[in-house]
């Protein structure tokens, strides 16, 4: 592909969303499941009897017959800014993130669930696209689906809000601890922040199910390959579902989300 002088966004975006993930754009559904876990789009792939794109690519994307893709954008908030930004390529009526989060507060335990009513900026990436005063928000609408999905199916849930950070390792540092503390924060992560911002300036839904696998701030709660392992086991299946049904519901009543620009 060749650009001209006045390149627009679009047609990067157009050129690298198949490039990063192996997928043809005609491809690409309207409703969006986002994840960090390649794991999350093979069980897609299987459940749905559907192709993987990408498996050597940056990311790999899934697309079933009904609307409905899944795309492993990898981990942290510079991946998370780009996938938002490529799939202004497609420009979907709702994307929703299922990631995993430390639970900061004594209410999360390891297995619950968290709807994020907001996402504090501790990620940095975010300024590159909106000034830090600017809340990191969820699409609200959309976490009405999510809620009433998770109703049906039985599953408590929490609101609150996210810190989002670049750090990766962090659980020795008392001093980041004791700050984040200071925030008040629900849970952490390295994404959610980031997809909000970049999913307002673009000007596309967004939403987030984020499932609490570890407790960080406590020593007997640090993420380990076990741990990890029996959420992966034990929760999985369940939060894909969860997203699953959701967007699909979203299709199925064709409610739209409006996005309101600023």
């Not at 999905?149 to 989002?164: A, S, W």
Request: glycine residues 8%.
């Amino acid at each position: 592909m060749t650009y001209s002088s006045q390149v627009t966004k679009v047609q990067i975006a157009e050129d690298w969303l198949p490039r990063y993930t192996g997928m043809p754009l005609d491809a690409f559904g309207d409703y969006v499941l986002l994840t960090n876990f390649r794991d999350y789009v093979d069980r897609f792939a299987r459940q749905f009897d559907c192709e993987v794109f990408g498996k050597n690519r940056p990311m790999q994307a899934a697309s079933n017959d009904h609307g409905l893709t899944i795309i492993n954008f990898g981990i942290g908030s510079p991946n998370a800014a780009t996938i938002m930004d490529l799939l202004t390529a497609r420009m979907p009526k709702a994307t929703l993130f299922l990631g995993k989060c430390g639970g900061l507060k004594h209410s999360t335990e390891i297995g619950h669930f968290i709807l994020p009513i907001g996402a504090i900026r501790g990620e940095g990436t975010s300024d590159d696209y909106l000034p830090p005063p600017v809340p990191a928000l969820p699409s609200f609408k959309l976490h009405k689906f999510v809620s009433e999905k998770l109703v049906e199916q039985g599953f408590d849930y929490r609101t609150g809000v996210i810190y989002t950070t670049n750090r990766r390792v962090w659980e020795h540092d008392a001093a980041f601890r004791e700050q984040l503390r200071s925030y008040t924060p629900i849970a952490i992560d390295m994404e959610t922040a980031t997809l909000f911002i970049v999913g307002h300036t673009n000007q596309i839904a967004r939403g987030a199910l984020l499932l609490v696998t570890d407790v960080p701030t406590s020593p007997d709660g640090i993420k380990t390959s076990e741990s990890d392992a029996a959420v992966t086991r034990d929760w999985s299946q369940v939060h894909l579902d969860l997203g699953i049904r959701s967007l699909a519901d979203i299709e199925e009543k064709g409610e739209e989300i409006k996005h309101f620009h600023y």
